[in-house]
């Protein structure tokens, strides 16, 4: 079992910055990937990033292209997400996710374990 805990959430200007960051616990953090997806009020539940167990290949939106940074920290057990240049659109509840396959992975199914979501809203 992996427990996974987000937080960082919150209330950003639009252009502002904000800095997730999913804490994880009980089996080996470094041996699979990990992900961030995001749901807005009414939609489905979308890929934001993916990181490779090693920290080194990542994916991405097309939505979110530049402006994200996905990284991880094993020794810590901890994975981050850097938003930068937020969007109004950008508005979602942020779930980090953990994967048993060492490769960063789009398609929710492909993930075992996810956490209970962060609020993230952009507004001015």
């Known amino acids: 079992q992996v427990q996974l805990v987000e937080s960082g959430g919150g209330l950003a200007q639009p252009g502002g910055s904000l800095r997730l960051s999913c804490a994880a616990s009980?089996?080996?953090?470094?041996?699979?990937?990990m992900g961030w997806f995001r749901q807005a009020p009414g939609k489905e539940r979308e890929f934001v990033a993916a990181i490779g167990w090693g920290g080194i290949s990542t994916i991405y939106a097309d939505s979110v292209g530049d402006r994200f940074t996905i990284s991880r920290d094993n020794a810590k057990n901890t994975m981050y997400l850097q938003m930068n240049s937020l969007k109004p659109t950008d508005t979602a509840v942020y779930y980090c996710?953990?994967?048993?396959?060492?490769?960063?992975?789009?398609?929710?199914?492909?993930?075992?374990?996810w956490g209970q979501g962060t609020q993230v809203t952009v507004s001015s």
């Open positions: 009980g089996r080996t953090f470094s041996s699979g990937s």
């Open positions: 996710a953990a994967a048993g396959r060492p490769q960063p992975l789009k398609i929710k199914v492909a993930y075992d374990y």
